[in-house]
């Protein structure tokens, strides 16, 4: 059985190659393969994308374990932004198979131990609620990932140290974060911490009440100096249901006494 450290080498070794998502065929070109992260620059928007080695080594010690991993799974629980990437990535290695509608990795046969019943039972909930939940994943994707991309532009552009998909202690993880490093000489602190300054959270219409209290939660965590919640238009979105969304997010926001915002992709262009 390969080694992470196997599977990283043999994404060294195609750097510099042009490669497509499995899915809708769209062409990336793998630019860097680091000690901690690569960088993908997706051809459509020329935008870099950095994607964490933890996210992919993540990503196949579940295939190890399982013999399989759902495009879904990698969106909900691994990479928000990058599931096209990181399965596209680890499809290129010669022991993997991939299936579409839904995208689901398999590992070769020969290479894994049978599953047991508990794997195979969490196994079938799992694709259960892939068919049935998220069936427009791939575009609404696509809408939070051009604001997420968008708002990292513009944290740049505005001198902040941004990070996607920032990781808290416990373990949530945040959209977007614009950041300041610590002053040095300041106790409890290493060098190069950051403090947050600005926390996002980007969401379609497509999502409940429940999703948006999620991002409550997890930009309390986060503690920043200010959270926004972004509401972007997805493509099979109606203006009636983000307002709704809207609303429901701003009255459990002021009930709380929260410094958090509920912001739409318009606000996001007048950034800058």
Known sequence: MRTFDGVWEFLRGLSGQRLHTLDQHKPFTLQEVGPSSLTVVVEETGFPRTIRRADCEEAWQRLVQLGRLSRSEIHREISKFNPAYVSSLLSQLPEINYSLSPIVLTLNSKQTAPLSSK???AYK????????AED???????AEEHVADRLVAYGHQMGFAVQKEWRTDIGNRIDVVWATPVPQGLPGFSEGDLLPVVGFEVETSWRTRKHIKG????LQ???PSLGVIV???GPNDNPEGIESLRAA???YIKKLGLRIQVWSDSDVDNLL
């Open 119 to 121: 794997q195979i039972s």
């Open 125 to 132: 909930s799992g694709i259960t609620e892939i068919n049935s």
């Open 136 to 142: 427009e994943l791939p575009e609404t994707e696509e």
């Open 215 to 218: 991002d409550i939660f997890n």
């Open 221 to 223: 965590d986060l503690g």
């Open 231 to 233: 509401l972007c238009k």
């Open 249 to 251: 997010a701003q009255r």
